[in-house]
């Protein structure tokens, strides 16, 4: 058996993201396109012998286990186990900044569940564990998956898409974005046409949008700020709700150029998007 895994947690964009409808049970209806990082965290998972139970080594401050999704992660994975199980100690490189909308949380859940699949030897496939993922965040499953891909729904129903595997440079302005103050603002547009196919990003890109972008940037000037600089060399949008925001290079050096000319007091980084997740790239390279 093996005791130890190291495994990239990846980000993703949402490349563009429609609001299209809005739920009884009051979730939105979103259309979306996901696209991966070569940039994230790093979790190690290791066997404990004679210390049962899962144990974060590094817990995030402010963020207790029964909230931390790699926890949570973990316990609802040992409910699928037929018998007694190791136990687990888990450390995370983090890397990734929290409240984003990079999905940080969201990979360090996916990548929990295949390392510890793996590890555990439970032998679930993919449709069981992004089942599970679901139930901890709506976006886990297209980090399960581990392609790029159109997501319907909550964004849970994925169509792999191959997008351009283009440079980005990613801006963290110095904020946390209220997801919940988002949805609910009556301002919000709740009512973009339904597209009738998976795009797969070709054409005008002008034409797609993110419908959270106008009211993110009305109740947080920073944002609007760091989107107004990076839009002078090209067009810049919001990922998910916020706070981050990116824009597209053709090179890693074009974009490099422009990071190193980015307004003091704001974090970020430059990486290249990739359809194939580096969670899933890693995992078969240990196969």
Known sequence: MTRSITLPSPAKLNLFLHIVGRREDG?????????????????????????????????????????????????????????????????????????????????????TLLGLN???????????????GLALGADVPVFVRGHAAFGEGVGEKLTPVFPPEDWFLVLKPACDINTGKIFSEQGLTRNTPKMTIAPAFEGDASRYRNDCEDVVKKLYPEVKQSMDWLTKFGPARLTGTGACIFGRFPTESAARIIWESKPSGITGFVAKGVNISPLHQKLTELE
Do not use: C
């Open 118 to 132: 793996r590890l555990w030897e439970l032998q679930l496939d993919l449709d069981e564990l992004a089942e599970i």
């Open 27 to 111: 979730y939105h209806e979103l259309e979306t396109l996901f696209q991966f990082l070569d940039y994230g965290d790093d979790i190690t998972l290791r066997l404990t012998s004679g210390q049962p139970g899962i144990r974060l080594e590094n817990p995030i401050p402010g963020v207790p286990d029964e909230d931390n999704l790699i926890i949570r992660a973990a316990r609802a994975l040992a409910t699928k186990a037929p018998g007694e199980l190791p136990g687990v100690s888990i450390s995370i490189n983090k890397r990734l900044p929290m409240g984003g909308g990079l999905g940080g949380g969201s990979s360090n859940a996916a990548t």
